[in-house]
Structures are given as C-alpha cells and as structure tokens.
C-alpha cells in the first residue's frame, strides 16, 4: 500500500526550535537533472549534505537569514536554486512564498502584501523587474536582500536597484546542480566588482587548468576545477546517475570539471571569462548551440545552419 503522506505543519509543530548537526553523511537525496553543456539532461546525485550545509548554514551566515525572514522564489522549483530556498524554510524557519509564474506586476503585488524580505531570482527577473521597481518602490519596502544566481548580472542593472532601494543588498553568486553556490558577492562589491562572480565560499577549493591538464599562471584563465572535501560530504554531487564514465571524468581525485572558463585576480574575486563548450545562458537557463542547429535543420528549407550567442536586452543572452 502507498505510504501516507506526511504533514507538514505536524513535521513543523514535533520538533523544537533550533540548530541542529551538520550532516557528513553521502546519504542520496535527489537525482536533479541539468543539461550541462551536452544537451543531453544527466541525473545529478546530491546528497543530504549537498542540500543542508549551503542552504542550511552558508546561506543562513552569508545572507543573515533567520526564522523572521519571508522569502518569495521567482524561478520554478525545477532549478536547484530554488529548491535551496525550500531547504532554507526546513533548516532555517523562513517563510517561503511561491510564485506560480512570474509576472513583474505580480511579483510587486506579493512583495507588499507578503512583506517579503528576501527576494530570490535570476538577474533577466531584475531587468523585468526594473520598471515596477523604480515607479513603486514602496512595494519592495519591506526588502532587505536580493539574491541573484544563473548568468551575468549587467552592471547597470545593479546601479538602477541601488539607487531605487538603497535599503536592499545584493547577493549575487555563481552556481552549478552539480555543486550549488560556489561563490559569494555581497553588496559591499556588486559596484566595486560588477563583472566578478564574488569570492568563494567557506570549504571550496579552486584549480584553472589549461588543455594540457596543466594549473594556469596566477591571474591567467583556464578551466575552473573546484573541490570541497569527499563528492557527496560537502557541495560537491556524489556522482551522475547510470553514468559511470561521465562521473569519471568530471571528477578526478575529488576535483569536479565545470567546463567554465575563469580567472582570479590577487584579491580573490572569480571572473567567469567564457565557457569551454558552446552554450548559450538565456534566462538563467542553458541553451546549448548545437541541438538549436539539429532542431533547424529538419527544416525542408534549410541547406545549413550555425547557432551563436548574441547579447540580449532582457535575457542576458538569445540565439542568432
């Protein structure tokens, strides 16, 4: 028989208030699915340990986070960021307010009437956001922090929500599925550094290799390689699901492959420079150029065709 289901107030109401151990244990917890820069979606296994310790406790000392906070999440729940944001209301005692879709009006409209103090989104749901910003600024009034994750966030972007809600700070940070939140920057640096993805995180260990597997100079680019203890103990996934030779070679002696191309200067901020294969970032989200090209060319009409990035206004990035 189907197990019944559990309730989530009576989960809530049995259990006292307060910190709780960090789990170490590589106990599987989810298989979340990300398209990489393969176009085709590979099983990441993430762990107890994956989920809890970033948004259970570096989120909680990066952003201030605490029971008192009531979060609204832009993005659905299929992105790993979001699903953070759940993770923050179990560990943490947030409230969490779930918008069905995202509409700039909306979005406004909940932040006011929910009172909303910490806004999750992706930096295309800022541009959106923009106009409702600076023409209601009241609505957002209750604000104190926004977090951004899933493409570059456009400088001039920053500058207009600074001047609109100078009470709100930006938290912007670079993320995979594969490894959560690898980075931080904090509104004393979204200006100072408007192209750098922040420091990293407590824990995170980095590498730049070059094509010859070689560490690059300090300051040059090349491949970023993170690592943070035993896959599966700290932000790193345990494996891919079903797929031993992809596990293989993403990770090596604990060293998880992004394909992501970047560079540190000598005060430790990350710049994301380029990404090693071709994949376009549009909304937060992975579009990788050459299944956009197979898609066309099953046209009748099409003798042949070539996919590129191209900057765009409200998404960051399209296709041409």
């Known amino acids: 028989p189907k197990p019944p289901e559990l309730d989530l107030r009576i989960l809530v109401a049995s259990h006292a208030p307060g910190r709780f151990d960090p789990p170490v244990e590589a106990d599987d917890c989810m298989i979340c699915y990300t398209s990489g820069t393969t176009g085709k979606p590979k099983g990441a296994i993430l762990t107890q340990a994956n989920y809890f310790i970033p948004n259970g406790y570096i989120n909680a000392v990066e952003w201030g986070l605490t029971a008192a906070d009531r979060q609204l999440i832009t993005t659905p729940l299929t992105h790993r960021t979001a699903f953070g944001r759940v993770i923050n209301m179990l560990c943490l005692g947030t409230t969490l307010v779930i918008l069905p879709k995202f509409d700039p009006r909306e979005t406004a409209r909940l932040c006011a009437a929910e009172r909303i103090t910490v806004l999750g989104m992706v930096p295309t749901v800022g541009r959106m956001l923009l106009p409702e910003i600076e023409a209601s600024a009241r609505s957002f009034a209750s604000l104190r922090v926004m977090v951004a994750t899933g493409e570059a966030f456009p400088r001039e972007v920053k500058q207009r929500i600074v001047r609109a809600l100078p009470h709100v700070g930006i938290h912007s940070y670079f993320a995979m599925t594969e490894c959560g939140a690898l980075t931080s920057l904090g509104p004393a640096h979204q200006l100072s550094h408007p192209n750098s993805v922040g420091r ?53 002696d604990g060293w998880f492959a992004t394909g992501d191309m970047g560079r540190m200067d000598a005060d ?50 399209a296709v041409a």
Do not use: C, Q
């Open 268 to 317: 430790g901020f990350l710049t994301i420079v380029d990404r090693k294969k071709a994949m376009v970032l549009s909304g937060g989200y992975n579009i990788y150029s050459k299944e956009v090209e197979l898609a066309i060319l099953e046209h009748p009409s099409v003798l042949d065709v070539a996919v590129v990035g191209v900057p765009d206004a409200v998404y960051g990035e």
């Open 200 to 252: 990293l995180v407590p824990g995170v260990e980095v590498r730049f290799v070059d094509a010859a597997g070689r560490d690059t100079a300090p300051g040059e680019a090349g491949e970023l390689w993170i690592r943070s203890g035993e896959p599966g103990r700290f932000l790193t996934l345990r494996g891919y699901w079903g797929r031993p030779a992809e596990t293989a070679a993403a990770l090596r």
